[in-house]
Structure formats: C-alpha cells, structure tokens
C-alpha cells in the first residue's frame, strides 16, 4: 500500500513564500516519477512540477518556471516544492502525486494542501 503524506502550505501574502512536502511510504513502492499538481475552485487539476526518480530531470509548467523548484530526497522518497515570488493566482489545493514502475501514468495521489496567496 502506497500512502503520499504531504505537509506545508498555509497562507502568505503575494510575494512571499512557501515550501510544501511529499513522503511516500510503502517499502516495496519504488517511484519512476513524482510530482505536484494542482486545483483552484471550478479549474481543472493541473501538473505543476514533476521530477523523475532516476535521473533528476524535473519539468516545471510554464506560469511558475523561474518561481517554483521541485527536489527529491532518494532515501525517504520524498519531494519538496519551494514557491518563491507567490502570486493570489497560485492559490490552489496542492497535491502530490506518483508514477510506480510498470505502472500507468500518476496512480498515486496525496490528500491535497491548501496553499492560500493573498494580494
């Protein structure tokens, strides 16, 4: 059984920032890829940042190249996305997802973290 902890987010004002992390368990869950989406009230769910377990090639969607940094800790299959220069429009439910090998796209999906931006 796989479970996506996440932890962080809150409420900053614009400008400021926030860090948001991801633990997976499961001692036989070994992830080809990790990442955070997310969702505003009435949008769709939308990938964020994603990097991949074996080489560190991260992907960043465009509105928050340059703000938003995705890192991986290996050993405790854990994901970290810092948010700098936070805008009202990034506010959103944050969640963690995961790829596993042989699997079939993100099957895995945290609980979600609010992450509110004030202007």
């Known amino acids: 059984q796989v479970q996506l902890v996440e932890s962080g987010g809150g409420l900053v004002q614009a400008g400021e920032s926030l860090r948001v992390s991801c633990a997976a368990s499961?001692?036989?869950?070994?992830?080809?890829?990790m990442g955070w989406f997310r969702q505003a009230p009435g949008n769709e769910r939308t990938l964020v940042a994603s990097?991949?377990?074996?080489?560190?090639?991260?992907y960043y969607a465009e509105f928050v190249k340059g703000r938003f940094s995705i890192s991986r800790e290996r050993v405790g299959k854990t994901i970290h996305l810092q948010m700098n220069s936070l805008r009202p429009e990034d506010t959103a439910v944050y969640y963690c997802?995961?790829?596993?090998?042989?699997?079939?796209?993100?099957?895995?999906w945290g609980q979600g973290t609010q992450v509110t931006v004030s202007s």
């Open positions: 997802a995961a790829q596993r090998v042989g699997g079939n796209g993100y099957e895995f």
């Open positions: 499961g001692r036989t869950f070994s992830p080809v890829a």
């Open positions: 990097i991949r377990w074996s080489n560190g090639d991260k």
